[in-house]
């Protein structure tokens, strides 16, 4: 079965722009992460990842193949450059960079994921590729206004058909050499200056042109002067320098056009004499001739100078003397000068270590038997046989001058010379201006243009009016008309300007192609090489602004700086390639190397840093302080990132804030995010609307949105959740997917993970709450252990501290219900309830209300021990409806009881009014009810410590009783009297007949 892979692009970037010595440079760095068919990330995996590169279209055969083994991260991070691996087909150094469209197609261990363009980086690769440079133009032709087709064409049309430098180095060029006539000076053109003596002590009059001691570096091979130049002695070869520019020439002589010059270099035109131009006597042409005799060099009509040939000191000059090579054991030296140390290159050994001894030019090593003559080749510094140190000679019979191994002169005997810079055929001098070279300042107007000076062929060519210019360099201000105050320096350098003032172009092709933009400055070479227009712009570095053409006011300070800038304006970059494909981008500032690197018309972005807004295209309104700050941000706005690596993986969110290192680093679309802090939001990618205040807030959060984290490690472990609120140190720092809680405090919810709904305001409130829900605890400490339960309501310090998994609990007070566990208690006041650990259903309200039993039920409780007085304006109702009860008999207790109950009356002790109660004592109610044989009494209660309680209203039914008992008993009594009564009247009506009958008797 095929596995499916995917990479997320991280970074792919061209190791340099600049055109590299070495091809091995060219490599392209490219980093992804990879990830499987189910989108987890291969972390710290081995794989194959496959590069596959096309030219033209995805669908053409690879021009190159090859592999790399790489090994993952723990974020499945893995990078490798591009050209440096096993390569399976074609050759990396012949793909033809710049031509057309270059792809490149990923595969992970054999299965292809997916094929990109590589967009700059085969131009960028090349401009640094030689096979490329000679057949193709890496630029729009139409943009720089040339009508080249090839590279070699583009050149020599901007330098005005010189010959290509082969070796790219500007101080290492050929040069014309002339002779002033006025000064007795030999000058190049790019070069010092010579004078000729005539006469005196010193024989040139020059204190800098002495004697030198020579010393020789065995580690670098290298051949020095006290005051001159580095030779490096090659170790054998043919031409040791490879450049085809530099070799040695020979001189010619022209007899007819009376010039001297070289092979491939500069021609002097020699006067052929004439009347005396400056009828000055003193100033003559004059032969010079050699006595061998008497070793002296005379000037026909001057001094006389006496060539030294050893004795006496012939310049009086004691710094100025020839001196005697010397070698004993490994050192060598001079006469009169300093030692070299030869034993660096005499291999070591021991008592094997020999001398060499030098005796004339024949080399011997100490107790060897071969020896080396060196006179065949201590000429010969470079193995060049066509490139040898010659010796200069002059005839004075036949004026001829002659080089050893090469040809000869012959010097005209006479005429007159210039005397002005007018009569020079490659000078100028026109309106206070001064023109050197070939068509330098040709059409300048005498009554017009004045103060210019033009040194190079063509330099100043089409100025007519302008004023105030300095043009060094060939074609330098070639077009230039009436453009003033400018200066350029450098082959090309302001080429096609024509009416732009006080530009300052510095380096070859510098604002070579600008035309009427002003004010502004180029250093380096290519720099602003094609605006035209835009004025005001600064920039400092080779390419830096180099494809500017009307944008003004920028600022470029580094190498290839805003490189692809062509009308954006008010930029600033400062460093190595920031704001390199800038095009239209505006009001952007970059400082840092590849800051803002690919921007090209995003607007208003700050980047300061290395590669910050690295990758930036489009995106507006962008803060970025921090090396790779927003680095991928591709069109993202409005965003601001303050610390290495914030906001790293944005690409499109905008209207984010990140402030703090890898703050927001892994966001890449979410929206309106606020982090401040180390590492806060770090792996938020699409979350949006969420603010991160503190180190590690909100960390792993990555798709949830809407939340405030608010203190170090906030919202730590948060991943979806979404509508949290934490304010405090590692508040909500566990909650992973749970939403709209709310935490005040530190560690408040800490280990909150899917709980929804919870407020917790105070230091460690709800700090174990994991799953619970809908809970509100306000107070430090407040359902600090809760767990699970749900929907509690705990105001106050420690209130419901101990609950793990009760719900529906309210606690208000401080340490209110503090060691409950169980569900739907109700405290009000402080400590009330804070003894109950496991009932349920209880209600305690008031300071310290506490219920008989702790691991009771259904208990009521209001106040505490200290109550005096208890009060109601209407009577207690109590439940007594037949549906609420059960197991109903009558009461078996009446006279029974009340007769063994004793009523007192007392004085409670915490009664300070010293008022007396009238009730009954609990214990001798128990021992009635005990005597009664009442067991499941529950008139009588006592607490969890002994204190008893009586439900005084329960002897309501016993007094009930005992009158109904009592009653019966009058009724049974009345009965009985009126039962005697009857008997009695019955009994006195017979006596009362009795009593008639006898007195009637008697």
């Known amino acids: 079965m095929k596995k499916n892979y995917f990479i997320f692009l991280l970074a792919i970037f061209f190791s340099g722009i600049a055109i590299a010595q070495d091809p091995q440079k060219n490599f392209i760095n490219y980093q992804g992460v990879a ?14 990842i496959g590069i596959a590169l096309k030219v033209g279209s995805t669908s053409v055969a690879a ?222 042409i004059q032969t010079i001739s050699f006595d061998i005799g008497t070793n002296e060099l005379s000037l026909s009509d001057g001094g006389t100078v006496t060539l030294p040939s050893g004795g006496t000191d012939a310049d009086a000059d004691p710094t100025n003397e020839l001196q005697d090579i010397s070698l004993a054991g490994t050192e060598l030296t001079i006469s009169d000068g300093s030692t070299i140390d030869l034993a660096p290159i005499v291999p070591p050994g021991g008592s094997d270590d020999q001398n060499l001894e030098l005796t004339a030019d024949v080399l011997s090593i100490e107790g060897g038997t071969g020896t080396v003559d060196l006179s065949t080749y201590r000429d010969d510094a470079d193995a060049d046989p066509t490139n040898e140190i010659q010796t200069l000679s002059f005839d004075s019979t036949t004026s001829e001058l002659s080089l050893s191994d090469g040809n000869t002169v012959s010097l005209p005997n006479g005429g007159g010379g210039a005397t002005s810079i007018n009569e020079l055929s490659d000078g100028k001098a026109a309106g206070n201006s001064v023109f050197l070279g070939l068509n330098a300042g040709a059409n300048a107007i005498t009554d017009g243009s004045g103060n210019n000076v033009a040194i190079g062929v063509d330099a100043l060519y089409s100025n007519t009016r302008g004023y105030g210019n300095t043009a060094n360099g060939a074609s330098a201000l070639r ?28 380096g070859a092709e510098a604002l070579a192609l600008n035309t009427t933009g002003e004010r502004n400055t180029a250093n380096g070479a290519s720099a602003l090489t094609f605006n035209t227009t835009g004025g005001r712009n600064t920039a400092n570095g080779s390419g830096a602004l180099a494809f500017n053409t009307t944008g003004a006011r920028n600022t470029a300070n580094g190498a290839s700086a805003l490189f692809s800038n062509t009308s954006g304006r008010e930029n600033t970059a400062n460093g190595a390639s920031a704001l390199l494909f800038n095009t239209t981008g505006a009001l952007n500032t970059a400082n840092g190397a590849s800051a803002l690197r690919s921007n090209t018309t995003g607007e208003r972005n700050t980047a300061n840093g290395a590669s910050a807004l690295r990758s930036n295209t489009t995106g507006a309104q962008n803060t970025a302080n921090g090396a790779e700050a927003l680095l991928l941000n591709t069109t993202g706005a409005l965003n601001t990132a303050n610390g290495a690596l914030a906001l790293w993986l944005n690409t499109t969110g905008r209207e984010n804030t990140a402030n703090g290192a890898a703050a927001l680093r892994s966001n890449t679309t979410g929206e309106r995010n606020t982090a401040n802090g180390a590492e806060a939001l770090l792996l938020n990618t699409t979350g949006a609307l969420n603010t991160a205040n503190g180190a590690l807030a909100l960390r792993f959060n990555t798709t949830g949105a809407l939340n405030t984290a608010n203190g170090a490690s906030a919202l730590r472990s948060n991943t979806t959740g979404e509508r949290n609120t934490a304010n405090g140190a590692s508040a909500l720092r566990s909650n992973t997917t749970g939403e709209q809680n709310t935490a005040n405090g530190a560690f408040a919810l800490t280990s909150n993970t899917t709980g929804v709904r919870n407020t917790a305001n105070g230091s460690g409130a709800l700090a174990l709450n994991t799953t619970g829900a809908l809970n509100t605890a306000n107070g430090g400490g407040a359902l600090a252990f809760n767990t699970t339960g749900d929907q509690n309501t705990a105001n106050g310090a420690r209130a419901l501290r101990s609950n793990e998994t009760g719900s529906f609990n309210t606690a208000i007070g401080s340490e209110a219900l503090e060691n409950s566990t169980g569900s739907y208690n109700v405290a009000i006041g402080h400590n009330a309830l804070s003894l109950v650990t496991a009932g349920d259903n209880n209600i305690g309200l008031g300071s310290d209300a506490r219920v008989p039993n702790t691991t009771g039920s259904h208990q009521v409780r209001i106040g505490n021990t200290q109550i005096t007085y208890a009060g109601i304006q209407v009577s207690w109702t109590t439940t007594s409806d037949a549906r609420w009860k059960e197991h109903i008999r009558e009461l078996p207790y009446g006279l029974n009881m009340v007769a063994q ?50 439900r005084y209203n329960d002897f309501i039914p016993v007094l009930t009783k005992a009158i109904q008992e009592q009653q019966k008993i009058i009724d049974e009594q009345a009965k009985k009297i009126a039962d005697q009564e009857e008997k009695f009247q019955d009994q006195e009506g017979r006596l009362q007949k009795l009593e008639a009958a006898f007195l009637a008797n008697n």
């Not at 090839?150 to 020599?156: F, M």
């Not at 491939?264 to 003193?282: C, E």
């Open 35 to 48: 990830r499987n068919g189910a989108d987890q990330i291969m972390a710290n995996e081995a794989m194959t």
């Open 63 to 284: 021009a190159y193949v090859e592999n790399h083994s790489v090994t993952t991260d723990a974020n499945g991070v893995f990078s490798l450059r591009i050209g440096s691996g096993e390569a399976v087909s074609g050759d990396y150094y012949n793909i033809p960079w710049g031509s057309a469209a270059t792809f490149v197609t990923v595969s992970i261990n054999g299965s292809e994921i997916g094929t990109t363009e590589m967009m700059a980086v085969p131009y960028a690769l090349s401009s640094g590729d030689a096979p490329q440079r000679a057949h193709q133009v890496p630029y729009d032709n139409a943009a720089s206004g040339l009508t080249a087709t090839n590279t070699q064409e583009a050149i020599d049309e901007l330098v005005g058909g010189s010959t290509v430098d082969a070796d790219a180095d500007p101080t290492n060029e050929l040069q014309t050499i002339s002779f002033d006539v006025a000064s007795n000076q030999i000058s190049l053109t790019d070069g010092g200056t010579i004078t000729i003596p005539s006469g005196g002590t010193d024989a040139d009059a020059d204190p800098e042109n002495e004697l030198q001691t020579l010393a020789f570096d065995a580690g670098t091979n290298e051949l020095s002067l006290s005051d001159g130049n580095t030779v490096t002695i090659p170790s054998g070869g043919t031409d040791a320098d490879a450049d085809p520019t530099n070799e040695i020439q020979t001189i010619s002589f022209d007899a007819a056009s009376n010039q001297i010059s070289l092979t491939d270099g500069g021609t002097i035109t020699i006067p052929s004499g004439g009347t005396d131009a400056d009828a000055d006597p003193t100033n003559e």
């Open 479 to 506: 077009y230039n008309t009436t453009g003033a105050l400018n200066t350029a320096n450098g082959a090309s350098a302001l080429r096609y300007n024509t009416t732009g003032e006080r530009n300052t172009a510095n």
């Open 901 to 950: 109950l004793r009523p007192v009356d007392y004085r409670r002790k915490n009664n300070n009014k010293k008022t007396r109660e009238i009730g009954f004592i609990a214990q001798e109610v128990e021992q009635v009810l005990s005597d009664l044989g009442y067991q499941d009494q529950g008139v009588l209660t006592k607490d969890d410590n002994g204190f008893m309680s009586l």
